[in-house]
């Protein structure tokens, strides 16, 4: 999506002194569109994780029921075992009255009947909660091995981030302190190359200190074909005056982005359906733009690389 996004705003600038305004306005407009998109695929991943939350949630719900109606049954065993020591004691009342009087008998046998009556009832109800208690255990067990499924799917996939992370610290080992960092967070495994790695001031045409390492970041991704790729482009708030045809900073960032796409699009083993270039121009700073430092941490190309969460969501909707 962020893709389409790339291309509408490089049609966008190739063709802005070449076109009607109709023309321009409407490209314009499905760039718009095209970022609402990007946003709500970005929603839908917050979405998942919240839906996850909720299914804990259900969970311990459904735990708590589980452990209240083994204290039901537990209490109704109780009362059925007080029962049946009653009914044993008036059987032996009974007995012992059985020779004196027609009248106590036929009261104790009054108190029998009514006894096993309750008695009856108790084993009913007992049996009840009994059928209750295995139906909310058969659940319980059902959603503990999907919850247990998913965490392994989550763990697995943070695992293989992780891995990946260390195999990219290690290619780009020779830039270390030239401007570009690695770190994971998130689930997610961040590149971050600063301009002065990548581009001349007001350009976007990749060095060759910058290319090899683009190209050495490609080697690993092209060994990850389950991983998708977002390059984004950031500068500082200094307004662009460089070449006429772009209208400002975020056209020179989305310009900066696609540079990074086609070198890595260079190596044949990248799939070119897991890149998507971004430009996001001045509006998401990571340091103060108030300063000469802060400017040049914001001058930068980040790489996001996300894993594909397929698997995840399917078990979501079996849960």
Not at 9 to 14: E, N, S
Not at 22 to 51: A, C, F, G, M, P
Not at 185 to 200: A, C, D, P, T, W
Not at 275 to 295: C, H, M, Q, V, Y
Request: net charge neutral; hydrophobic share 35%.
């Amino acid at each position: 999506m962020i893709k389409k996004l790339a291309i509408f705003a490089l049609t966008l600038t190739v063709f802005t002194s070449c076109v009607s305004k109709k023309i321009y306005t409407d490209l314009e407009d499905k760039y718009t569109d095209l970022k609402k998109e990007n946003r709500n695929l970005s929603d839908e991943v917050e979405t998942l994780s919240k839906e996850k939350n909720k299914l804990d949630n259900d969970l311990n719900k459904l735990q708590a029921d589980y452990d209240e109606a083994i204290a039901e049954r537990d209490k109704l065993q109780a009362d059925y075992a007080a029962s049946k020591s009653n009914l044993e004691t008036l059987k032996a009342s009974y007995k012992a009255l059985e020779e004196n009087s027609s009248a106590s008998i036929a009261k104790n046998s009054q108190k029998n009947r009514e006894l096993l009556a309750q008695l009856e009832a108790k084993e009913q109800a007992l049996a009840a909660e009994s059928e209750r208690l295995n139906t909310l255990k058969k659940e319980l067990e059902s959603r503990s091995k999907r919850v247990a499924e998913l965490e392994n799917v989550i763990a697995s996939k943070d695992a293989a981030m992780h891995k990946l992370k260390d195999a990219i610290s290690k290619a780009l080992t020779n830039f270390e302190g030239k401007g570009l960092t690695v770190e994971q967070r998130n689930g997610k495994v961040y590149i971050s190359m600063e301009n002065k790695l990548l581009f001349e001031s007001g350009s976007w045409y990749v060095g060759s200190q910058g290319k090899q390492a683009v190209k050495q970041l490609g080697s690993v991704l092209a060994e990850n074909p389950d991983i998708s790729v977002l390059i984004e482009g950031h500068t500082d708030n200094v307004p662009y005056k460089g070449n006429a045809q772009l209208s400002g900073n975020w056209d020179l960032s989305a310009k900066r982005a696609t540079a990074i796409v086609n070198i890595l699009r260079e190596n044949a083993s990248i799939n070119p359906e897991n890149l998507t270039a971004a430009g996001r121009g001045e509006f998401a700073p990571i340091a103060t733009n108030d300063t000469s430092e802060g400017k040049a941490k914001n001058r930068r190309i980040e790489v996001i690389l996300t894993p594909k969460l397929d698997e995840i969501s399917k078990l979501l909707n079996e849960i």
